[in-house]
């Protein structure tokens, strides 16, 4: 079974405030990636790493940053949380092809 | 032309019926795809991976790879009320040595009791 773990499960937040949401994966996986999802819909990929000190932007840019100083850790920093930040936001990690997908964390932005 | 295409749905079954899901793909690069199970307010889970061409069977799911034709398709035997969920069809591409790992947006099963 994978072990990928995402903190915090839900967090409701007002607009303005700095977040990080975190992500550990305890499998050694090189590739980690973060997408949002909202109910319903498509997966959107928004950033993505191939290991330590290697981060790219995915295709929808949400005003995010992300950083992989180790291999284990892949936390996401949203700068300045607005309303259209609200959705759900996964966390997943491969060590080649199959992705393995943490709980994911429900940001309400009020 | 999306990279990898799959018809929302839904797709309704009845119960003990075969599901079938379809996906096609755009870049004749595409080497390894993926089937997801996605249920509702859940994360993806992976169902099975397939590499060359022809069928894989597990249990009573059945992927199909066709590169010829540039398709994927994923077959549920004995369908289950308990296999409504959001299949999602994924895939590898390495062109030019860039790797990207694409998803489809997904297909809708419902399986009718």
């Known amino acids: 079974e994978a072990d990928i773990y995402q903190t915090p499960r839900y967090l409701v937040i007002g607009t303005g405030k700095k977040i990080t949401l975190e992500c550990s994966q305890t499998?050694?996986?090189?590739?980690m990636y973060w997408y949002q999802q909202d109910p319903g819909m498509e997966l959107h990929l928004i950033h993505y790493s191939y290991g330590v000190n290697s981060t790219e932007k995915g295709d929808l840019s949400s005003e995010s940053t992300v950083s992989r100083i180790r291999t284990e850790h892949f936390p996401l920093t949203l700068e300045s949380a607005r309303p259209s930040h609200t959705s759900q936001y996964l966390c997943?990690?491969?060590?080649?092809?199959?992705?393995?997908f943490g709980p994911g964390t429900r940001l309400t932005v009020t | 032309q999306k990279e990898v295409e799959q018809n929302s749905g839904p797709l309704s079954v009845p119960e003990g019926a075969i599901a079938s899901l379809n996906c096609t793909y755009s870049?004749?690069?595409?080497?390894?795809f993926f089937w997801y199970r996605q249920y509702s307010g859940k994360s993806p889970e992976l169902i099975m991976s397939?590499?060359?061409?022809g069928d894989k069977e597990d249990g009573r799911f059945t992927a199909q790879l066709n590169k010829a034709s540039q398709y994927v398709s994923l077959l549920i035997r004995d369908s289950q009320p308990s296999d409504s969920a959001t299949y999602l069809c994924a895939g590898i591409t390495s062109t030019s040595g860039t790797y990207k790992y694409i998803f489809g947006t997904g297909t809708r099963l419902k399986v009718l009791a």
């Open positions: 499998m050694g996986h090189d590739k």
């Open positions: 997943a990690s491969s060590l080649w092809g199959e992705q393995y």
């Open positions: 397939i590499y060359s061409n």
């Open positions: 870049d004749r690069g595409s080497q390894s």
